[in-house]
């Protein structure tokens, strides 16, 4: 997992060719004018998924994991806070949903070892598959716009 301010995207180009382009996306496109839902960058290699939503208590929504892609997860407005935990052999919910790409996992299982960290405006986390996530959290509900980009590895 990684977390920065857009600005110091320059720090990651290396990290692998399609997460330097989602990270060129995300500062090159007026993101506050994109509607909602999925807009393609490079096809199923790359695409960037736009959402509004207020934010809700941890524990609401699982954890998850993707097998296939890398999340570069940008809030544009708002604030949030993300539960993280590495992946270490916790049990899954569900088998994985490979249409989907992901894993969900009990968040009551792994509270007492996950950490919750904010993510403001400007900033963006990258979630490789073996950082299991929870995003969209908060203490009280605030109004997000998030932009997720979808980085086939």
Excluded at 22 to 41: C, E, M, N, Q, V
Excluded at 101 to 107: A, G, K, M, S
Excluded at 131 to 152: A, F, I, N, S, W
Aim: aromatic share 10%; proline share 7%; net charge negative.
């Amino acid at each position: 997992m990684i977390i920065d301010k857009l600005e110091n995207r320059h720090r990651y180009q290396h990290l692998h060719p399609r997460i330097a382009a989602a990270l060129a996306f995300l500062a090159d496109t007026d993101l506050s004018a994109l509607p909602k839902g999925r807009h393609s960058i490079d096809g199923d290699n790359l695409f960037a998924i736009v959402n509004d939503y207020d934010t809700q208590p941890a524990g609401t929504e699982p954890f998850e994991t993707h097998k296939r892609y890398a999340d570069v997860q940008f809030v544009v407005s708002g604030e949030e806070a993300f539960g993280y935990l590495p992946l270490a052999g916790q049990a899954t919910l569900a088998p994985y949903h490979e249409a989907h790409d992901f894993v969900e996992y009990d968040y009551q299982a792994n509270k007492d070892d996950a950490c919750f960290i904010p993510l403001k405006a400007g900033m963006f986390a990258i979630f490789m598959p073996e950082d299991m996530h929870m995003p969209g959290t908060g203490e009280q509900p605030v109004r997000v716009r998030k932009v997720v980009c979808k980085v086939l590895l």
